[in-house]
């Protein structure tokens, strides 16, 4: 079935520092939704991407979506305590249900 | 507006004994989700219903889970009989439509098989 894969599966830094993860897929993607789970939390809607090269920024965090629609990224810039947790990408095409990718955990270390 | 409700939030169970779970969505969704978290995984999807009906239930295991949604609002997640295995996060998500909208999630129920 369709799958999104995430890369990386942990990432620690520094408070201060900048934080990427990544979103692929084999297939096109019709759109992307990005969501942050705390630790023992759930997962809350942070954004989704529907056209293709699109980019969305919400304070220190920045998505883009691939031009080809296979591939799509989350930069947290300036990383703070706060920002701690495992952030999922989840593809939806047309009317299928929304799949999550494994996430990529964040550690910030003050 | 009030989120969305699942009960309860923690149970235990010994395997081979039923469990069911209790989900209550936001008002006026007509998706709603069953997801399975295991530690360290990302949500997988059990089921998604379009009011009371199934639109995708192709990763439960029917053998032991079952799920209805009986007049388009709330909805149970049963197991039986459990096994070790399913000591997981069941999560109940729900949105507005069954297109490009955002789901929001319950707290979950953690279940616990001993």
């Known amino acids: 079935g369709q799958q999104v894969m995430q890369i990386p599966q942990y990432q620690h830094v520094q408070e201060g520092e900048d934080f990427t993860t990544y979103c692929n897929s084999s297939t096109t993607l019709s759109n992307i939704q990005w969501y942050k789970q705390r630790p023992g939390g759930h997962p809350v809607f942070l954004i989704q991407?529907?056209?293709?090269?699109e980019v969305k920024k919400q304070k220190r965090l920045t998505f883009q979506f691939g031009e080809a629609k296979k591939n799509s990224s989350l930069h947290i810039t300036a990383t703070q305590t706060t920002d701690v947790g495992t952030y999922f990408c989840a593809d939806r095409r047309g009317n299928t249900p929304l799949v999550f990718g494994k996430g990529t955990r964040l550690s910030v270390i003050a | 507006e009030a989120g969305v409700a699942q009960s309860p939030r923690y149970k235990i169970i010994e395997k081979r004994q039923s469990v069911a779970f209790w989900c209550n969505p936001i008002?006026?969704?007509?998706?709603l989700y069953w997801y399975q978290q295991i530690l360290g995984q990302g949500p997988k999807l059990l089921i998604q219903?379009?009011?009371?009906?199934?639109?995708?239930d192709s990763q439960l295991p029917k053998d032991r889970f079952s799920a209805e949604r009986l007049k388009g609002v709330d909805s149970t997640l049963k197991i039986q009989p459990a096994k070790l295995e399913d000591s997981a996060v069941y999560l109940c998500?729900?949105?507005?439509?069954?297109?490009?909208?955002?789901?929001?999630f319950g707290q979950g129920t953690r279940l616990t098989v001993v």
């Open positions: 991407l529907v056209k293709s090269g």
């Open positions: 219903f379009q009011n009371n009906g199934v639109v995708d």
């Open positions: 008002s006026g969704h007509a998706t």
């Open positions: 998500a729900s949105s507005a439509t069954r297109g490009h909208t955002e789901a929001f």
